[in-house]
């Protein structure tokens, strides 16, 4: 009796299909090996891999011969149902059915703890993937440049809908981007524990199980590197605590609330002084700081001035430094 086909509502053929689950069934496979399970010819094999791997089914393991293995079942199918939103219960139906076949006793192959996403759309697609599915807490390093379009109001609204924890530490560069200001803002206002620090990386963790990091040193949305659980995983984790413990909260008013800036010293400390205060611990220049406020640039010189007057600050950046170690950040 034939199997009865669970993605073919996702496009998949029958002969992908086919090849996907000999694949989740016995594990990495050579293209003979795998010809032998399907009963297809390894030229056939070979010529539908090409799209197999645009759809995310399969991943090659470096080396000779060419071997494949299977993406794991949840992280296939919710691939597939970005693309096909309307097949969204049938894929996850299918989903669960899949999985079920994954019948190996010896647990993880090596290869599999570390995923390759290749394209901008495709990382942004598996960052928001990893977002949306996480049922716990959601841990952020937050770096330019972006993958996810933040000026997105359709994905920032599915974004705020969601109902975990979310930690974020914001490096010196995060607010590089004038718009990144108001969406940290709206971020805080919904939940998020947000603070100040080192970032040596971008980096997302969903629940302690899965991460995701630019595949490159040098921080570029195209590539990026999805692990699980692993040792590699674990010291991730442990990176980012650490980060947390020695950054600073960040305490940003909601829009349009707290005291306008003014040229004269006012009572203090004022909500608009920890603003200010909050952008100087950030590394942002007055010109930065005044078209995040929507200020004249003279007008924030004259109260980073006062602000340093204040703190007995030496420089713009030893105050927020000072700021920082006697709490006023998160005022």
């Known amino acids: 009796m034939a199997e009865r086909r669970l993605l073919e509502g996702l496009g998949v053929s029958a002969a992908e299909e086919n090849a996907y689950r000999a694949l989740l069934r016995h594990g990495p496979s050579t293209l003979s090996g795998l010809s032998a399970r399907t009963g297809g010819s390894v030229t056939a094999i070979r010529r539908m891999l090409p799209r197999m791997e645009n759809l995310g089914l399969v991943t090659r393991v470096a080396g000779r011969p060419l071997r494949l293995f299977a993406t794991p079942p949840n992280v296939a199918i919710d691939i597939l149902v970005a693309r096909r939103h309307d097949e969204i219960t049938h894929s996850r139906a299918a989903a669960a059915a899949l999985a079920a076949e994954v019948g190996d006793p010896s647990g993880h192959h090596p290869e599999e703890v570390l995923e390759v996403v290749t394209g901008k759309e495709a990382v942004a697609r598996r960052f928001l993937q990893l977002e949306r599915n996480a049922t716990e807490e959601f841990l952020v390093l937050v770096h330019p440049p972006y993958a996810v ?90 990176l980012f605590e650490t980060l947390w413990r020695g950054a600073v909260p960040l305490r940003l008013a909601p829009a349009g609330t707290g005291d306008p ?46 602000l340093c007057e204040h703190l007995g600050a030496r420089t713009r950046f030893h105050a927020g430094f000072l700021a920082a170690r006697h709490g006023l950040l998160t005022r």
């Open 149 to 238: 379009d933040i000026t997105d109001e359709g994905v920032n609204r599915r974004r705020s809908l969601r109902r975990v924890q979310a930690r974020a530490i914001y490096g010196p560069r995060a607010f590089d981007d004038p718009i990144m200001l108001e969406h940290t803002r709206r971020a805080i206002a919904e939940g998020e524990h947000a603070r100040l620090g080192e970032v040596p990386i971008k980096l997302a963790i969903a629940d302690g199980r899965t991460a995701i990091l630019p595949l490159a040193s040098e921080p570029d949305p195209n590539d990026a590197l999805v692990v699980h659980p692993s040792a590699l995983l674990d010291a991730l984790v442990a």
């Open 261 to 306: 800036i003014e040229a004269e010293p006012g009572p203090w400390p004022r909500s608009s002084d920890t603003e200010v205060l909050t952008l100087l611990a950030t590394g942002l220049k007055d010109e930065a700081i005044a078209r995040q406020l929507g200020l004249s640039a003279r007008t924030v010189q004259r109260r980073v001035q006062t």
